[in-house]
C-alpha cells in the first residue's frame, strides 16, 4: 500500500486546511489509519486515528475539538480536517496505516506511511 499526503500549505493562525491522504490498494479499508506530525525539533506525535469502519476517531489531546479525522473507503483516502490553528500546529504531517493506534508509542507499529505534507501556521 502506498500512501501519497496532500493539502498541506500556509495559513494564518484561527484558519483552516483539510488534509488528504490516498491509498493505492483497495486493502486500504482493513487497516486503521492515522495521523501523525512532526515539528522541528521534535519527535514524531500521534494526532489522530480512525478504525478501518470509521466509526470511531480517537484524537490527541492537543487537537481535540480542532481537528477532525474521516475516510471515505470507496475512494480508498483518508482527511484530516483542520480548524482554529494555531502556530503550535506547524509540522509536517504524515499519515499512516496498521493496526489501531491511539498513542505517539504505538507508531512504530505501523504498516505503511506517507512521505508527509508540510503545514506552517503564522501568527
Known amino acids: 500500500v502506498q500512501l501519497q499526503a496532500s493539502g498541506g500549505g500556509l495559513v494564518q493562525a484561527g484558519g483552516s486546511l483539510r488534509l488528504s491522504c490516498a491509498a493505492s490498494a483497495r486493502t486500504f479499508t482493513i487497516y486503521g489509519m492515522h495521523w501523525f506530525r512532526q515539528a522541528p525539533g521534535k519527535e514524531r506525535e500521534f494526532v489522530a486515528a480512525?478504525?478501518?469502519?470509521?466509526?470511531?476517531?480517537y484524537y490527541a489531546d492537543s487537537v481535540k475539538g480542532r481537528f477532525t479525522i474521516s475516510r471515505d473507503n470507496a475512494k480508498s483516502t483518508v482527511y484530516l480536517q483542520m480548524n482554529s490553528l494555531k502556530p503550535e500546529d506547524t509540522a509536517v504531517y504524515y499519515c499512516?496505516?496498521?493496526?489501531?493506534?491511539?498513542?505517539?508509542?504505538?507508531?512504530?507499529?505501523?504498516?505503511?506511511w506517507g512521505k508527509g505534507t508540510q503545514v506552517t501556521v503564522s501568527s
Open positions: 499512516a496505516a496498521g493496526p489501531l493506534c491511539r498513542a505517539t508509542t504505538c507508531q512504530e507499529g505501523m504498516d505503511y
Open positions: 480512525i478504525t478501518w469502519s470509521g466509526f470511531s476517531t
